[in-house]
Nanobody, 123 residues
Framework: QVQLVESGGGLVQAGGSLRLSCAASGSIFSLNTMGWYRQAPGKQREKVAAITRGGSTDYGDSVKGRFTISRDNTKNTVYLQMNSLKPEDTAVYYC?????????????????WGQGTLVTVSS
């Protein structure tokens, strides 16, 4: 199978920055689109940002201009640089990946989620 392990969450003051990382491991034939989602208490999970294998990016309206998503295909890792953080950015951030699991001769698509990392922004 495939696992996603996130790191980099924590407590930061408003206006500060954090960088999240998500590393994929396991029976990976190819990693396609990777992304970050977040869920605040009492709210639905929302898309923060996504990046294709080729580097095309997409952002949620609330984070445009403040967050930057990037990836290192050699390390099967996606990053989220978060700047100018606001208290409303407080949430559990989840990594997501569209994966082809298996080998060259036999693989299948799978959507994988990480366990989440908490980001808390104090005012």
């Amino acid at each position: 199978q495939v696992q996603l392990v996130e790191s980099g969450g924590g407590l930061v003051q408003a206006g500060g920055s954090l960088r999240l990382s998500c590393a994929a491991s396991g029976s990976i034939f190819s990693l396609n689109t990777m992304g970050w989602y977040r869920q605040a208490p009492g709210k639905q999970r929302e898309k923060v940002a996504a990046i294709t294998r080729g580097g095309s990016t997409d952002y949620g309206d609330s984070v445009k201009g403040r967050f930057t998503i990037s990836r290192d295909n050699t390390k099967n890792t996606v990053y989220l640089q978060m700047n100018s953080l606001k208290p409303e950015d407080t949430a559990v951030y989840y990594c997501n990946a569209e994966v082809q699991v298996g080998t060259f001769f036999s693989h299948r698509p799978l959507e994988v989620w990480g366990q989440g990392t908490l980001v808390t922004v104090s005012s």
